[in-house]
């Protein structure tokens, strides 16, 4: 027992030291310790000696794996987040010039467009036009043409007018001032033709009538007859923004607006309305736009035209009075422009002209009216009419828009009243693919002069 106890111990003693060696490199156990026990220590330990030989380098290697196997992964690590930042920014950046680059060039490719200005070499096409010099060739026969101006002395009853000739082949002064501007908002409408029977066969004519403003309007209207002269007033009551219509033959009634519109069965008349202001401002005079739709069952026909307006220019109130003189409100048109079909198989037009000049109370305004109507080859014909509160006329009655005097199918119309200025229509009428056909036909206004109206 004391031997194998001597043995633990020396084999305690070994052990310590080989752990001491291990951690410190140089421990050794004390000597006197170790001092006792020599003669078995030094027996024990021939056998320790191989067996511990052979466990320093199997513990050894352990610690040195370990360490190690630490410090690979860490390099391995750096590497991986190395690879994470430059994959994400290079393909994001790259894309977004390629967008922005390929915009900007697409609008460069517009300019290119600028040559079809070029286009501009059409208009020396116009000058193909002047081979209608050719025509005007055609002129030297216009002996035959001179003796028909000269048998109608129209100009000379216009002392103010210049005498026809090659400088002025209409025979009428310059046109001067600035007629009335339509479709516009006005304090006077004029419809020049209301045609209805009593009990509205065969003709009848339907009125509208608008407010344009956002007031209410009081609206003073006169019938006229256009035979007798004779004329029938009414008052009517426009909401704000309310549009009326009636037929002439019927009239209208409400009790609500306390509007009476007596019925008008007296053939073909005219019919003028006129704004009564609530005040001065022009808001409250040019309120009012209209139309006419004219129909008949004998012969089958409708057309549609609207009614001239007359605006105020200047604030004022309304004293029943209309000075037509540019100044408090818009002038009478000078003379008016139609292009029109002469007189022929199929076409019978008919021309309708008012006075602007009127005192409704105190008879019919009487003037005579010319007429400048030049055809397709630039050959001008003159002609008169004789206006009495109304000219209704068709065009086979009227020598130079007879086919036969004029030589061309169409022709340029100009209307002249001579002691003072009117307004109206032409009643185009026509066959189109065998069917019989009509339409209203409305002039352009040329130059202005000035003319009073005065109503009941």
Not at 314 to 341: A, I, K, M
């Amino acid at each position: 027992m004391g031997g194998f106890a001597a043995f633990i111990a020396a084999a305690l003693a070994l052990f310590f030291q080989q752990l001491a060696a291990l951690f410190s490199g140089g421990f050794t156990l004390l000597p006197a310790v170790n001092a006792t026990p020599t003669p078995t220590v030094t027996r024990t330990a021939t056998a320790a000696p191989p067996s511990t030989a052979t466990l320093r380098p199997t513990q050894t290697p352990s610690p040195t794996r370990s360490a190690s196997a630490t410090a690979t992964p860490r390099p391995t690590l750096t590497a991986t987040f190395t690879r994470r930042p430059s994959s994400t920014p290079t393909a994001t950046w790259t894309r977004r010039p390629t967008w922005t680059a390929t915009p900007t060039r697409t609008p460069t490719a517009t300019r290119t467009a600028t040559p079809t200005r070029t286009s501009t070499a059409t208009r020396t096409q116009t000058r193909t036009a002047t081979a209608t010099g050719t025509p005007t060739q055609t002129r030297t026969p216009s002996s035959t043409w001179t003796p028909r101006p000269s048998a109608t002395p129209t100009p000379t009853r216009d002392p103010a007018t210049p005498t026809q000739g090659a400088g002025n082949p209409t025979g009428f002064a310059d046109a001067v001032g600035t007629g009335p501007a339509q479709k516009l908002p006005s304090a006077l409408l004029v419809y020049p033709l209301i045609q209805a029977d009593q009990g509205g066969s065969p003709h009848d004519t339907r009125v509208e009538i608008v407010n344009l403003t956002s007031a209410p309007v009081s609206v003073h209207c006169v019938y006229i007859a256009g035979d007798t002269c004779a004329e029938t007033d009414f008052s009517l009551s426009l909401t704000a923004n309310q549009p009326l219509s009636w037929m002439a033959s019927a009239g209208y009634r409400s009790f609500q607006t306390f509007t009476s519109i007596p019925p008008f069965f007296y053939g073909s008349g005219e019919l003028k309305c006129a704004v009564e202001p609530r005040t001065p401002d022009l808001t409250s005079h040019n309120a009012l736009q209209g139309r006419a739709l004219v129909s008949s069952t004998a012969p089958n026909e409708s057309f549609g035209y609207t009614a001239i307006g007359f605006r105020r220019l200047t604030p004022g109130f309304f004293g029943g009075s209309f000075n037509l003189d540019g100044n408090e409100y818009e002038q009478c048109p000078d003379r008016l422009h139609f292009n029109v079909l002469t007189s022929q198989s199929g076409s019978n037009s008919e021309i309708i002209l008012v006075p602007c000049t009127e005192n409704v109370l105190y008879g019919a305004t009487e003037t005579p009216i010319g007429l400048s109507v030049t055809n397709e080859f630039e050959e001008s014909l003159s002609g008169s009419l004789s206006l009495k509160c109304m000219l209704r006329q068709s065009f086979s009655t009227i020598s130079p828009l007879r086919r036969s005097s004029l030589g061309t199918d169409t022709a340029h119309l100009i209307v002249r009243g001579i002691n003072t200025p009117v307004i109206g229509l032409v009643i185009d009428r026509f066959t189109g693919f065998g069917v019989p056909s009509v339409s209203a036909n409305e002039p352009y206004l040329e130059g202005g002069r000035s003319a009073v109206l005065q109503l009941p």
